[in-house]
């Protein structure tokens, strides 16, 4: 399977003039894994004709073009491999931490029931039994399973076919239909 395309890649555009004033905009266009953001920049082009191929042209557009390239030059600078998709790419430009995102399916779960405080402490305990009967179902095969993905377009992410294999997991291992469906629902829910 092709490996998903981890490079990021900044270009700048003008946006379209607003009634009749010359001056425009300088946008930022973000792409990462096939998907495209657009941000301001804040800078601004006089006229047109000083903007031409990403850039500013004139002296006086020196300080704007300087912060234009170190914009680029920090995207493009960040190792796309840490990130899942845009999103996170553009909440670490900004300044969030991208190390808190849950990135398997496991960790997903475990924050689920870490900011679930409203639930009572038997609907808790449910939920993390659930948790604890899918941990087992993966490690029961390890070279068939593994800790699935929640990364869009990665190799290890879990299909339709993973979940059958899981709920037949817990008729061989002797649970009712109506505990099945609970775990399934409790899994379902700190998934959501």
Same mark, same amino acid.
């Given at each position: 399977?092709?490996?998903?395309?981890?490079?990021?890649?900044?270009?700048?555009?003008?946006?379209?003039?607003?009634?009749?004033?010359? !001056?425009? *905009?300088?946008?930022?266009?973000?792409?990462?894994?096939?998907?495209?953001?657009? /941000? =301001?920049? +804040?800078?601004?082009?006089?006229?047109?004709?000083?903007?031409? !191929?990403? *850039?500013?042209?004139?002296?006086?557009?020196?300080?704007?073009?300087?912060?234009? /390239? =170190?914009? +680029?030059?920090?995207?493009?600078?960040?190792?796309?491999?840490?990130?899942?998709?845009?999103?996170?790419?553009?909440?670490?430009?900004?300044?969030?931490?991208?190390?808190?995102?849950?990135?398997?399916?496991?960790?997903?779960?475990?924050?689920?029931?870490?900011?679930?405080?409203?639930?009572?402490?038997?609907?808790?305990?449910?939920?993390?039994?659930?948790?604890?009967?899918?941990?087992?179902?993966?490690?029961?095969?390890?070279?068939?399973?593994?800790?699935?993905?929640?990364?869009?377009?990665?190799?290890?992410?879990?299909?339709?076919?993973?979940?059958?294999?899981?709920?037949?997991?817990?008729?061989?291992?002797?649970?009712?239909?109506?505990?099945?469906?609970?775990?399934?629902?409790?899994?379902?829910?700190?998934?959501?």
């Amino acid at each position: 399977m092709k490996r998903p395309n981890t490079n990021i890649n900044v270009t700048f555009y003008l946006k379209k003039p607003l009634k009749n004033s010359e !001056r425009r *905009g300088i946008y930022a266009n973000i792409t990462f894994r096939s998907t495209q953001r657009q /941000i =301001a920049t +804040k800078i601004y082009a006089n006229h047109p004709d000083h903007f031409q !191929r990403g *850039g500013l042209i004139g002296y006086e557009y020196h300080e704007q073009n300087i912060k234009l /390239i =170190a914009m +680029k030059k920090k995207l493009e600078g960040y190792d796309g491999h840490l990130f899942n998709d845009i999103d996170m790419v553009l909440d670490h430009y900004y300044g969030g931490d991208i190390l808190n995102y849950p990135s398997t399916i496991l960790e997903v779960f475990e924050y689920g029931i870490s900011h679930n405080k409203d639930l009572m402490e038997k609907t808790k305990r449910r939920k993390e039994v659930s948790v604890n009967s899918f941990e087992r179902f993966i490690k029961s095969h390890t070279n068939m399973y593994s800790d699935f993905s929640v990364i869009k377009k990665s190799p290890r992410q879990m299909f339709r076919a993973h979940s059958i294999d899981y709920v037949e997991w817990l008729k061989n291992n002797g649970l009712e239909n109506s505990s099945r469906v609970a775990y399934i629902s409790g899994l379902k829910s700190l998934f959501n």
